[in-house]
Every structure is written in C-alpha cells, then in structure tokens.
C-alpha cells in the first residue's frame, strides 16, 4: 500500500555498497512495471522498466528483478554513490495505459 | 529536448480561493498526465489525456477539479475552490504512445500548491 504522511521507508547505505529496494505490487494484470527516481524539489525520473514476461533486466549500474508469484520487484543499484540519494518509487502500468505509483524508499548514501 | 514545462513553481493561496497550473509536454508527446503529489507520497494520478481527449479521469475530483487540453498541446489544471487538503505538488507528464504503454513518463519539476 502507500505510505502516509512523512514516514517513507528509509535504506541507508554506505557509498560503495551495493543497495536493494524493494516493492509490492497487487495487480497480477499489469504488464509494465517501472522503477523512478525523485530527487528533491524535482519531478520523479524513469530509471528502467520491466516487461511482465520476463524476471531480470540490467540497466547501468541497476538491475530489476520482478517476482510474479509473490508481486514482488526490486530494484539493484551497483556501487552506490551518493548522487543516488533520492527516494525511489515502484510504478505499474496497467491496462488502459495508466501508469500507478506505488509507495516509495527513502534512500541515504552515506560518504 | 526541451523537457516539460510547468508554471508557476510555487503557489500560495487562501482556502476557497482558485488557482490554475500550465503544463507544456515536451514537442511529439501524445499522452499527458497531471499528478497529485501530497508529501512523503507517491504521485496519484488526476487526469490522462491522449491528444485532446481525455483517457482517464477517474481520479479527479470534479467538483472542484478540472482540466483541459486544447490543441492537443499545452494544457492546464484548475482548482476553484481550492481546500486545504489540495495543498500538494502537482506534476504534470508526457509520455510518447510507446511511453505510455511501457510507463515511461517525463515529468515536469511540479508546481507546488500551499492552500491556508
């Protein structure tokens, strides 16, 4: 479900480190599911997306994997760095072209 | 490219007062969005257009809600009368007919409605 008010689930990593962000999905029926990025004070960015029928797919420095039997996708980033800081957001698009924001993962890179 | 454009950035009103936000999508883009994104949450979406003509609109509240897109272009979202739980930012997107099938949305950076 989404988050309410300011309590945004929070992943705090080391620079270097290796982050995983995580999202619950519900509609079986989507066949899209994106990931994007919003840094502060700014419009939320399409990292990458992912195609129902497949499980994987890797972008630079990010990988998404989609788990349909659990409703489960997440989100990889090699090598954090600290201009990933932003808050991450799940997305699906389902039918009829509507793109549907989940909620979204604070995530802190620490120097 | 030129990506989208919105107007005004920010926004301060009194409840029951109106307000209109502009949206430019960028040059080509068939599908455009307004978003309503109240803090710490993730966008919902108001109202979908597809050229001139509006896909969705499930979202919105008409009754004080409402949105158009003439030409197919620009378009714009007004509020009237404005409460205090429209403070949010709303974000307008564009996406090309792929995009829209994939979710692969440009946003604008928002325009950011405060209502006393």
């Known amino acids: 479900g989404e988050s309410v008010g300011l309590h945004l689930p929070t992943l705090s990593v080391q620079e270097g480190d290796n982050s995983i962000i995580n999202c619950a999905y519900s509609?079986?029926?989507?066949?899209?599911f994106i990931w994007y990025k919003q840094e502060s004070g700014k419009g939320p960015q399409f990292i990458i997306d992912i195609r129902s029928n497949m499980d994987k797919r890797q972008g630079q420095r990010v990988t998404v994997l989609l788990n349909k039997t659990v409703k489960h996708l997440s989100l990889q980033i090699a090598a954090t760095q600290p201009g990933d800081s932003a808050v991450y957001f799940c997305?699906?698009?389902?039918?009829?072209?509507?793109?549907?924001f989940g909620a979204g993962t604070r995530l802190f890179v620490k120097a | 490219e030129a990506g989208v454009a919105q107007s005004p950035r920010y926004k301060i009103i009194e409840k029951r007062q109106s307000v209109a936000f502009w949206c430019n999508p960028i040059s080509g883009h068939a599908t455009l969005y307004w978003y309503q994104q109240i803090l710490g949450q993730g966008p919902k979406l108001l109202i979908q257009f597809q050229n001139n003509g509006v896909v969705d609109d499930s979202q919105l509240p008409k009754d004080r809600f409402s949105a158009e897109r003439l030409k197919g272009v620009d378009s714009t979202l007004k509020i009237q009368p404005a409460k205090l739980e429209d403070s949010a930012v709303y974000l307008c997107a564009s996406s090309s007919r792929q995009g829209a099938r994939t979710g692969e949305l440009f946003f604008g950076e928002g325009s950011r409605l405060t209502v006393l």
């Open positions: 509609n079986s029926a989507s066949d899209y």
């Open positions: 997305a699906e698009n389902t039918g009829g072209f509507k793109t549907i």
